[in-house]
């Protein structure tokens, strides 16, 4: 239930062209999240391999895991209201829940209505927000999307920029 931007692609030859830009790492993406609590430090970055599990009693999930693939995520502090966080995340990598492991285990905090690294409450969807995309081209000028501010985002008191 991530909210914001979206990479579509209209036809076979440019969803090729998608996938070896995410592969070449030619793909910028900016992630706002609210997490809960307080999270020490302005900005950092965060290396935690990850790896997946799997319970009967909790299903699937990612966990940090040595022997798991290398996840990159670089974070800053925006912004804090009444003991929530607005933190932008720019992942170097791009692993199956990585921003929302990245926040519960490399923060501290999870993200707000999380329930799968969270408790899942505060808010009615993990609060999560894909705000921009860029896609570098060979020779042409780079696709950019930006989604607006959430509005759920600012009934929490927080505001864009």
């Known amino acids: ?8 692609a209209r036809n076979p030859k440019a969803l ?23 999270v020490e ?4 970055t965060i290396a935690l391999s990850l790896a997946k599990t799997s319970t009967e009693k909790d299903g699937w ?3 940090p895991a040595r022997k798991g693939k290398p996840s990159v995520t ?9 003991g929530l966080t607005l933190v932008e995340f720019r992942p170097e990598t791009g692993r ?3 921003i929302r492991v990245h926040a519960a285990s490399g923060l501290g905090s999870a993200l707000l209505g999380d329930p799968v ?19 570098e081209r060979e020779n042409r000028p ?12 600012a009934a929490l008191g927080f505001s864009d920029g």
């Open 1 to 8: 239930d991530t909210s914001g931007c979206l990479l579509l």
């Open 16 to 38: 090729k062209r998608f996938a070896r830009a995410f592969e070449e790492k030619r793909v910028a993406k900016r992630y706002l999240g609210i997490v809960a609590g307080h």
């Open 41 to 44: 430090g302005d900005e950092g």
């Open 61 to 63: 999930r990612m966990i």
């Open 74 to 82: 670089h974070w800053r502090k925006l912004q804090e209201v009444e």
């Open 96 to 98: 199956t829940h990585q």
């Open 117 to 135: 690294y969270g408790d899942g409450s505060g808010a009615s969807r993990t609060m999560l927000h894909a705000s921009a995309l860029t896609v």
């Open 142 to 153: 780079p696709i950019e999307a930006t989604a607006p501010f959430p509005a759920d985002f």
